[in-house]
């Protein structure tokens, strides 16, 4: 019987708290055999009380959806999306300019004339020991930035 008591107490609490939530005025009152009931209607033929409905500070608040945290990694996540694409671009470049050696060195290995252009549109052609000085050099700027 207490546990019976107990649970009804329990439950019509939980019912007004519920209802108190949803903003719905709920109404009380006792019977002829000394019974309590709880409705969110009023009962024609019986006086009926408005129960106040109390706030419930015990209920925690919903965290924001982005928190710091996130939105430091999202930006960390992307600041390093971007330098990978900057040494991935720098990678590129550097490929291409260590092939523009190498086709170089190739044109001055297999000999033949060569020459430079002037400005003026003259040809100047290279000697002997300008062509070989033109790959030493070559060599060395392949061997420093090319690996």
């Known amino acids: 019987m207490r546990t019976l008591l107990l649970f009804l107490a329990s439950s019509s609490f939980a019912f007004i708290t519920v209802a ?3 903003n719905k005025k709920v109404y009380t009152w006792t019977d002829d ?3 309590i009931h709880y ?3 009023p009962v024609s033929g019986k006086e009926a009380e408005i129960l106040k409905q109390v706030e419930n500070n015990n209920i925690a608040t ?3 959806k982005t928190n710091q945290w996130q939105q430091d990694y999202q930006e960390n996540k992307k600041n390093k999306a971007k330098d990978q694409q900057l040494i ?5 470049q550097k490929q291409a300019y260590c092939q523009q050696l190498k086709d170089r060195i190739a044109l001055f290995e297999r000999g033949g004339r060569l020459y430079n252009k002037s400005v003026n549109g003259e040809r100047s ?5 300008e062509i ?4 030493q050099q070559l060599n ?8």
């Open 62 to 64: 919903l965290a924001p």
């Open 140 to 147: 060395t700027e392949v061997k420093a930035k090319c690996r």
């Open 20 to 22: 108190a939530e949803e």
């Open 33 to 35: 055999q000394g019974i």
């Open 125 to 129: 052609f290279y000697s002997d020991d």
């Open 88 to 92: 991935d671009e720098s990678s590129k």
């Open 39 to 41: 409705s969110d209607r």
């Open 132 to 135: 070989a000085k033109e790959l």
